[in-house]
């Protein structure tokens, strides 16, 4: 199986200051049809999971724009330009190129 | 506007079974590869199961493989999860999730706490 590994596993962020997560998988996650399926994830407490980010760098509907993805091969990350209060939880990053699907383990982003 | 509904979830002693559901509306659902997907309480995402669009083909988890058995109906709309020989460590939030080629769409979860 692939392994997925993020880092940090937490970071605590002041209001309007950036926040990045990098991913680096144990395999290339190109897929044979050209396309690299690795996306992100949040968590807030107590909510199912919401995709972010897919294909590396697509912007899911309703996404803001202060999240970004960017990366290929084995390494990407997450970028968030400005952290907002509501942008606390836990991100996953998640291959979906191979199965079985595999996740990081998870980020916890938090407010200083 | 796409939903996924789980359903089935519940208190079950060790060995026991129990079947989850999952009613999927506001897509065209024998369209779609669809997923199982758990968390145990304060813990990770783990990948379970995945079935094709007309249910022909599935893949399982190595930890659940001869234990669990997916399913869908395609005229109902409904995904499923047979769960049999439960452990305590299948503890979880049961999501099933929608896949489109790298967008996927989640459920809100069905919690199974297996105890005696």
């Known amino acids: 199986d692939i392994v997925m590994t993020q880092t940090p596993l937490s970071s605590p962020v002041t209001p309007g200051q950036p926040a990045s997560i990098s991913c680096r998988s144990s395999q290339s996650l190109v897929q044979t049809d050209g396309n690299t399926y690795l996306s992100w994830l949040q968590q807030r407490p107590g909510q199912p999971p919401r995709l972010l980010i897919y294909?590396?760098?697509n912007r899911f509907s309703g996404v803001p724009d202060r999240f970004s993805g960017s990366g290929a091969g084995t390494d990407f990350t997450l970028k968030i330009s400005r952290v907002e209060a509501e942008d606390v939880g836990v991100y996953y990053c998640v291959q979906t190129t191979h199965f079985p699907w595999t996740f990081g383990q998870g980020t916890k982003v938090e407010i200083k | 506007e796409v939903q996924l509904m789980e359903s089935g979830g519940g208190l079950v002693q060790p060995g026991g079974s129990l079947r989850l559901s999952c009613a999927a509306s506001?897509?065209?659902?024998?369209?779609?590869?669809m997923h199982w997907v758990r968390q145990a309480p304060g813990k990770g995402l783990v990948w379970v199961s995945h079935i094709n669009n007309d249910g022909s083909g599935t893949t399982y988890a190595d930890s659940v493989k001869g234990r669990f058995t997916i399913s869908r109906d395609n005229a109902e709309n409904t995904l499923y999860l047979q769960m049999s020989s439960l452990r305590n460590d299948d503890t979880a939030m049961y999501y099933c999730?929608?896949?489109?080629?790298?967008?996927?769409?989640w459920g809100q979860g069905t919690l199974v706490t297996v105890s005696s």
């Open positions: 294909k590396i760098s």
């Open positions: 506001g897509f065209t659902f024998g369209s779609y590869w």
């Open positions: 999730v929608r896949d489109n080629y790298g967008v996927h769409h």
